[in-house]
């Protein structure tokens, strides 16, 4: 389930990449038309303007829409005539004229040509202005951002980069322009101008304007690829945050397999437990039953001592009491030993009433006490319906070389004999 949460996370991010790719190519363009669509006002001007020169202008519109710019040129005092119309970008704001950003547009579309002359330059020219360097009083000290344009044909169209525009040495050298301010600034625009080009000779020209338009762009390449490393850093963020949900519900579960398979391991152990108590311990008594006596007994060695009893007249308690009285007999035998035993000792049910001890590092005499200490406890213990209970003891220390079976045989020997001289005794083999 997460690795699919994951593929579809990774995967809707990469479909918004894509997305935003395709935007870029289909929707990033970015057009303002200041002609013949444009809302912003234009008039024309010339060098007669506060320049000292005579040249004239005028402005109309034909019926087709073709923007028609009327020059004669007049050779005067003033070195540079020219005539151009304006576009004026700039609006009021309160107290403050402001222009528009042109920051997002890269180039001029402009469709122009000369009718009924040789002369095809243009120059296409911005003013800005800033307030560090620029008055509103003073036209000249707006920046002046130009490129001459060489028209090849009557008819072409021209794409101008906008950063084939420049700023012109003489209105550096004129304004004393720190060099900081030396580069074309776009975020402040006032005038957009369509002029004639430099040193045109004095007559009569016309400029046929069909189409003028500012291209850019809605986001700049930096903020795309800006976006789309954004966007594939979230990708990647998204598939590591999944990968990492991934791992750590996956630890999750281990940990809960690991806990679920530790209770179950507990729960078995605990079985198994039980079924080697079931196996090894007496189900009536509680004590360790033969079965458990093998892997006790292998390991006796010589200066061990067993010892083995038998509770005398015990088929006489079975028959004139019952059995019931017959186990509990056997149950409170058994515990009253059993709970007398020293540390390192084993009690063990032998079989029916009989039960042997063993005492490791007990001598013969260290066990003929041991034995007499169980024979005083029995004479103490309260048994069913006020009966007196006794047993018989058979002691036997394991000799150097004596086997297991050699020494049970002593001690039984002894039992015996324990039986035969009157029971309720003590006989050492």
């Not at 007669?48 to 040249?55: D, E, I, K, M, Q």
């Not at 007999?329 to 001890?357: H, K």
């Not at 005499?365 to 200490?373: F, R």
């Amino acid at each position: 389930m997460n690795r699919l949460r994951n593929g579809i996370v990774v995967g809707f991010l990469l479909l918004i990449i894509v997305a935003v790719a395709l935007f870029w190519q289909s929707y990033n363009n970015k057009i303002l038309p200041l002609y013949p669509t444009s809302t912003f006002p234009m008039f024309t001007q010339s060098d007669a303007y506060s320049l000292g020169g005579t040249s004239t202008s005028e402005m109309r519109i034909n019926d087709d829409g073709t923007l028609i710019l009327i020059c004669e040129i007049k050779a005067s005092d003033y070195s540079w005539p020219f005539c151009n119309i304006t576009v004026e970008l700039s609006t009021a704001q309160g107290d403050e004229i402001k222009g528009v950003d042109l920051s997002r547009f890269s180039a001029i579309k402009l469709n122009a040509k000369y009718v009924n002359t040789d002369y095809k330059g243009f120059r296409i020219q911005l003013r800005t202005f800033n307030p560090a360097y620029s008055k509103f009083d003073d036209l000249e000290s707006w920046k002046f951002l130009t490129y001459e344009v060489a028209a090849e044909s009557a008819s072409d169209s021209y794409i101008i980069p906008f950063n084939a525009l420049k700023v012109p040495n003489w209105w550096l050298a004129h304004n004393k322009t720190p060099v900081k301010y030396a580069v074309p600034e776009l975020d402040n625009v006032m005038y957009f101008e369509i002029a004639t080009g430099n040193a045109i000779p004095p007559g009569r020209y016309e400029i046929h304007i069909e189409r003028l338009e500012l291209l850019g762009n809605h986001f700049s390449d930096e903020e795309l690829y800006f976006g789309l490393i954004s966007l594939l850093s979230l990708a990647v963020l998204a598939y590591l945050i999944n990968s990492v949900m991934e791992y750590r519900s996956t630890v999750i579960e281990q940990r809960e397999r690991v806990l679920e398979l530790s209770e179950r391991n507990k729960y078995l152990a605990s079985k198994n437990s039980s079924l080697k108590n079931k196996v090894n311990i007496d189900a009536l008594t509680g004590v360790l039953n033969r079965h458990a006596s093998e892997g006790i007994l292998e390991h006796l060695q010589s200066g061990d001592a067993i010892i083995l009893m038998d509770i005398d007249h015990f088929k006489m308690i079975n028959d004139k009491h019952g059995h019931d009285v017959g186990d509990k007999v056997l149950l409170l035998f058994a515990r009253a030993i059993n709970n007398s035993i020293r540390s390192q000792d084993y009690f063990i049910r032998w079989g029916g009433e009989e039960f042997l001890c063993v005492c490791p590092g007990a001598s013969a005499i260290e066990g003929e006490l041991i034995a007499n200490k169980f024979k005083a406890l029995l004479a103490e213990q309260v048994w069913p319906e006020s009966m007196v209970v006794t047993s018989s003891f058979g002691v036997a220390e394991m000799a150097y070389g004596e086997t297991v079976e050699m020494l049970i045989k002593r001690a039984d020997s002894a039992l015996y004999q324990a039986k035969h001289q009157g029971r309720n005794r003590v006989v050492v083999s």
